[in-house]
């Protein structure tokens, strides 16, 4: 489950973290320029900065629409992030962490974007701390050296019983199977067309060139809005590393994954798997053994 939920963090949040980085470009600029340059003159000046940082943030602004990002698709965009933001407010409130009193790599995939992008771009931080105070409060604690819980003083550095997860998680879970679930599902069919119609060894590269992101993209509908996208294999790499420790459970633990995740249907991730599976060599995506 934590595995799972690592993906969802890292993957599904990406979209939301571009759009209000890069959409709100009046209040955010200021910051950005000096964090993006920071990184190759720390001790520029803000015009020195701008110059500097300039074609970084052109690139990565130039992202939004194969992430998905359009002027059609951003208000079921916006609504949905703050519908996650209302979800997790709620689990906050009771848990210091997404799996209880004691962190685990569910956190850690979801601190990716809820801290660099989310919780410190000045227009979304600030949207946070407004609308969602337990969700900055977890950036905080995830920040923090110790378990930093003074509004939950009888936690305890333990993890939920899997067998048992909170409403508030579930509903967390539901909210990726409601607005997740059906890119990935795109994105592994697409995955599987280009497999059947590719010869592939053990190895092999999944994209040809240094330059290339992408094996093409496709179009999906969460049932709100239609998206276009680029086909992330990296996504795959990812939520192997979940199958794999699903397909190590023993047959008992394997039910009680599913009895938990079922109510939110994010049992469904179990079953949309590609054909041949992506691991990493030198830094790079391959193809694993079939």
Not at 14 to 40: I, Q, V
Not at 83 to 90: G, K, S, V, Y
Not at 187 to 201: E, G, R, W, Y
Not at 228 to 248: C, N, S
Request: some cysteine; charged content about 25%; overall charge negative.
């Amino acid at each position: 489950i934590a595995l799972l939920l690592e993906t969802f963090g890292d993957e599904a949040l990406l979209r939301p973290a571009m759009h209000y980085r890069w959409n709100f470009r009046d209040t955010n600029d200021p910051f950005l320029t000096l964090e993006f340059a920071r990184s190759m003159n720390p001790k520029a000046t803000l015009e020195e900065a701008k110059a500097i940082a300039a074609p970084t943030m052109a690139k990565m602004n130039g992202y939004l629409p194969v992430l998905g990002v359009t002027e059609d698709t951003i208000p079921a965009l916006e609504a949905a992030y703050e519908d996650l933001l209302a979800r997790l407010n709620a689990h906050f409130a009771d848990h210091p962490y997404l799996l209880g009193g004691k962190p685990s790599i569910a956190d850690f995939g979801f601190i990716g974007p809820l801290y660099a992008h989310l919780g410190r771009d000045p227009y979304p931080a600030n949207m946070m701390k407004a609308k969602a105070a337990q969700v900055w409060r977890w950036v905080e604690r995830m920040n923090a050296p110790g378990l930093d819980v003074p509004e939950l003083g009888d936690t305890t550095p333990e993890w939920i019983d899997p067998a048992n997860l909170p409403d508030t998680l579930t509903d967390v879970l539901r909210w990726f199977s409601d607005y997740y679930l059906p890119e990935f599902q795109g994105l592994v069919a697409f995955i599987n067309a280009h497999i059947a119609k590719t010869d592939i060894k053990a190895g092999d590269p999944v994209v040809s060139g240094p330059d290339q992101r992408s094996l093409g993209g496709f179009s999906y509908s969460d049932g709100k809005c239609t998206y276009q996208v680029a086909a992330r294999h990296y996504t795959l790499y990812e939520i192997d590393r979940a199958f794999r420790a699903f397909d190590g459970l023993s047959a008992d633990d394997q039910a009680v994954v599913r009895a938990s995740l079922a109510p939110s249907g994010a049992e469904a991730f179990l079953e949309a798997r590609p054909a041949r599976a992506i691991a990493r060599q030198n830094f790079k995506e391959v193809w694993a053994e079939a």
